[in-house]
């Protein structure tokens, strides 16, 4: 009996502490529950706070922007509106430089690059094949720089030389002169045998708008030739004159290719 008792109350002590840790355990889970809830609550609330705040600060934000834009925006339209706006006071300030007639004798530009164009447009000119030819003929005599040097100061060279300098020099600045000889080149319409005859007409000639020293003009030759034909041909051209009238640059444009009839007809 005792033996048995005592295997009883063994028993009895195991079931007890099993029952006491099946209760302890679910206690503690219910614990652990609980915690884990208002961990989450915890959290969950904070999140709210932060997103609430972050939506507050853009709000914040854009309504900084929106004032600053209003802001901006009147500025600028007062500042139209009082006529103190940039550009406003740059083209004012501007303009008179750009379009001031008082940077170059417009009126003796005009009546110079129109005496350039008749003097080299009407013609032959007959004095200048004179002796333009008798320098060329001079000139197939030198066979070296030395000799061609010598030949610059002989009457026939300088007859030449001066024969143009006495037809162009005085409507040009010395650097156009040199320009419109070896460039443009000048006499270009002079230099042809046989019998023709050129006469410029309908020379217009205007004054560039932002650039007063330039001038834009056209014309028209007739080409005469000799079976007398006559032919009418568009010229254009620009020229860059100086504050005295005198042209710096020059030069023309053959629309219709009036050099090329000429030399097709007389060669």
Not at 48 to 63: A, H, P, Q
């Amino acid at each position: 009996m005792k033996k048995t008792d005592g295997i009883r109350t063994s028993l009895d002590n195991q079931l007890k502490q099993l029952d006491q840790d099946i209760i302890w355990n679910q206690q503690h889970k219910a614990k652990l529950h609980s915690q884990i809830i208002s961990n989450l609550g915890k959290q969950e609330s904070k999140t709210r706070f932060f997103n609430g705040f972050k939506f507050t600060s853009s709000l914040v934000l854009c309504s900084i922007l929106l004032v600053a834009g209003i802001l901006f925006l009147s500025q600028n339209i007062l500042q139209e509106e009082s006529g103190l706006s940039t550009g406003k006071g740059t083209n004012t300030d501007e303009e008179p430089a750009l379009v001031g007639s008082e940077e170059v004798d417009a009126e003796t530009s005009k009546e110079t690059i129109q005496t350039v164009i008749e003097e080299e447009f009407n013609g032959p000119d007959e004095m200048y094949k004179e002796v333009w030819e008798a320098a060329m003929e001079a000139q197939n005599d030198a066979t070296t720089q030395e000799e061609f040097d010598a030949l610059q100061q002989t009457p026939v060279w300088q007859n030449y030389m001066n024969y143009m300098a006495e037809t162009y020099a005085a409507y040009f600045t010395e650097n156009g002169y040199d320009n419109f000889l070896n460039a443009t080149p000048a006499f270009m319409y002079s230099g042809f045998d046989g019998e023709y005859d050129l006469t410029t007409s309908e020379i217009k000639i205007s004054q560039n708008e932002n650039n007063p020293k330039m001038f834009q003009f056209t014309f028209q030759v007739d080409y005469k030739k000799a079976n007398g034909e006559v032919h009418p041909y568009s010229f254009e051209g620009e020229a860059i004159a100086s504050k005295e009238g005198k042209i710096e640059k020059l030069q023309f444009l053959d629309k219709d290719d009036l050099l090329t009839e000429m030399n097709e007809d007389i060669y």
